[in-house]
């Protein structure tokens, strides 16, 4: 081996409690020892402007702490919590004391109260879910989410999801190595993300196999989402006062896959959109 070749960054399996090779890090360190960012991209089937950012953020998270230099955005990170947080409660909220409000003012007739207390209760569990969800950006963001992989079908995964029909391309027995409870979550946010802004003519659930990832794709048969849409699903909190009517869109589905060593993101024409999150075949994980 020449010092050229020994100097050059590399991954070593296992070489931190053995645990697999993370393929985003195996590309940046590609890129890194002096290969062509487009061929590495399409080498492990990423967008080349996503390459380049984990590139970027690689080299600014290492740089930050090799100068012990502190985090420039833990107050852009604060922020970002902040407005998730007020965006995610403001609804259900506002529903549900708009309830009770009528119910201590005895604007409700009686054969009504059962209904309304209904209506109260669903607004009710809707504050605590975005509560939870709350919690687990903020997990995130700190590198506190805890995730406990397992091998769980897609039928499984996406039992809960309304009105999902067949599930096209490989179906919904492939198998995945992730956290049932968090991935759920992540299905959840990207159906309802495909199911609005605009309405589409019909939705659907793929599986497909892009080595060296397995891909789950909600695909639109609708009008183009509007770019700025499209940005707020991914960077809701790059537009202040915005009047997409976005509010955490598919943030924290991304937090979350980032935490799977996956990635997401989305295509789209004339005709129609797919929403997709790509994660590492199970054969490429370690469970713990």
Same mark, same amino acid.
């Given at each position: 081996?020449?010092?050229?070749?020994?100097?050059?960054?590399?991954?070593?399996?296992?070489?931190?409690?053995?645990?697999?090779?993370?393929?985003?890090?195996?590309?940046?360190?590609?890129?890194?020892?002096?290969?062509?960012?487009?061929?590495?991209?399409?080498?492990?089937? #990423? $967008? @080349? =402007?996503?390459?380049?950012?984990?590139? +970027?953020?690689?080299?600014? !998270? &290492?740089?930050?702490?090799? *100068?012990?230099?502190?985090?420039?955005?833990?107050?852009?990170?604060?922020?970002?919590?902040?407005?998730?947080?007020?965006?995610?409660?403001?609804?259900?909220?506002?529903?549900?004391?708009?309830?009770?409000?009528?119910?201590?003012?005895?604007?409700?007739?009686?054969?009504?109260?059962?209904?309304?207390?209904?209506?109260?209760?669903?607004?009710?569990?809707?504050?605590?879910?975005?509560?939870?969800?709350?919690?687990?950006?903020?997990?995130?963001?700190?590198?506190?989410?805890?995730?406990?992989?397992?091998?769980?079908?897609?039928?499984?995964?996406?039992?809960?999801?309304?009105?999902?029909?067949?599930?096209?391309?490989?179906?919904?027995?492939?198998?995945?190595? #992730? $956290? @049932? =409870?968090?991935?759920?979550?992540?299905? +959840?946010?990207?159906?309802? !993300? &495909?199911?609005?802004?605009? *309405?589409?003519?019909?939705?659907?659930?793929?599986?497909?196999?892009?080595?060296?990832?397995?891909?789950?794709?909600?695909?639109?048969?609708?009008?183009?989402?509007?770019?700025?849409?499209?940005?707020?699903?991914?960077?809701?909190?790059?537009?202040?006062?915005?009047?997409?009517?976005?509010?955490?869109?598919?943030?924290?589905?991304?937090?979350?896959?980032?935490?799977?060593?996956?990635?997401?993101?989305?295509?789209?024409?004339?005709?129609?959109?797919?929403?997709?999150?790509?994660?590492?075949?199970?054969?490429?994980?370690?469970?713990?």
């Amino acid at each position: 081996m020449d010092d050229d070749t020994a100097m050059r960054p590399r991954v070593i399996a296992g070489g931190r409690a053995d645990e697999a090779v993370d393929a985003r890090v195996a590309a940046v360190l590609a890129v890194l020892a002096g290969r062509s960012a487009s061929e590495v991209a399409q080498q492990w089937s #990423v $967008d @080349p =402007a996503v390459l380049h950012r984990w590139v +970027r953020s690689f080299v600014e !998270a &290492g740089t930050a702490q090799v *100068t012990n230099t502190p985090d420039p955005d833990a107050a852009s990170q604060r922020d970002r919590f902040l407005a998730a947080f007020a965006h995610e409660l403001r609804t259900p909220l506002a529903v549900a004391q708009g309830w009770v409000a009528m119910l201590l003012e005895d604007d409700v007739p009686p054969a009504a109260v059962a209904r309304t207390v209904a209506r109260l209760d669903e607004a009710l569990n809707r504050l605590a879910d975005r509560i939870v969800d709350v919690e687990m950006l903020a997990a995130a963001s700190l590198g506190l989410l805890s995730v406990g992989p397992a091998r769980v079908t897609v039928g499984e995964l996406a039992a809960g999801l309304p009105d999902v029909g067949e599930i096209g391309g490989l179906g919904p027995d492939v198998e995945l190595l #992730v $956290d @049932p =409870a968090l991935f759920r979550l992540v299905l +959840r946010d990207l159906w309802v !993300a &495909g199911s609005s802004i605009p *309405t589409p003519r019909s939705l659907r659930l793929e599986v497909a196999d892009v080595p060296p990832w397995l891909e789950l794709r909600v695909v639109r048969d609708a009008d183009p989402i509007d770019l700025e849409v499209l940005q707020a699903l991914f960077e809701p909190f790059d537009l202040n006062d915005d009047g997409t009517g976005v509010t955490i869109g598919l943030y924290l589905a991304r937090a979350l896959v980032i935490a799977h060593a996956g990635t997401i993101g989305a295509d789209q024409d004339d005709y129609g959109a797919s929403l997709w999150v790509r994660v590492p075949h199970s054969s490429t994980h370690t469970e713990a």
